[in-house]
């Protein structure tokens, strides 16, 4: 697929919290992918197993943004969905749209917005993430957050183009 094809297909239906240049951060990350999955199909895959570490970081994140009166989230659960609907909870994310090419996760609180977004288009698998902050401590909770959110994105991404190929190859 030529770039300029590929750029269209990853970027297709994103959806992020507010224009570009009001957001506080914003990554989106890209992989194509041996054979077409839903958002959902991709999630489930990339969250089955926790990435090493990720549930010790969720407990500190827990610990310590409960000093300042955010609700604990716990991290991911690992109980794979047949299917979700707007409205529903996928983990401590609030499902705003749900189709088989666009999944939108939603955060919310005083602190700060979070949307994450999962696009699956002519087998491009793409997650972007938009960060607005509302306050000092949102601001200040980014600060580890954004590297490691990047890192976590590009992990989560290789582990579910593995599994797929795994699976490709009739290694189910």
Not at 32 to 58: C, D, R, S, Y
């Amino acid at each position: 697929m030529p770039p300029n094809s590929l750029a269209r297909a990853a970027t297709a239906r994103i959806q992020v919290l507010a224009p570009v240049d009001k957001l506080d951060f914003l990554d989106t990350q890209s992989a194509v992918l041996p054979v077409q999955v839903t958002p959902l199909e991709a999630w489930n895959i990339m969250h089955a197993t926790p990435l090493p570490g990720l549930k010790l970081a969720f407990r500190l994140r827990d610990a310590v943004s409960a000093l300042f009166g955010v609700k604990r989230i716990g991290g991911f659960s690992g109980r794979g969905r047949l299917n979700v609907e707007a409205g529903e909870k996928l983990d401590f994310f609030l499902v705003e749209a749900v189709s088989d090419d666009v999944l939108t996760l939603t955060v919310r609180d005083r602190h700060l917005d979070v949307m994450t977004c999962v696009t699956s288009n002519s087998g491009v698998l793409s997650i972007t993430s938009s960060v607005k902050t509302h306050n000092l401590f949102g601001r200040i909770y980014m600060l580890p957050v954004r590297p490691a959110h990047k890192l976590i994105v590009a992990l989560s991404l290789k582990r579910l183009q593995k599994e797929l190929q795994r699976r490709r190859a009739g290694g189910r």
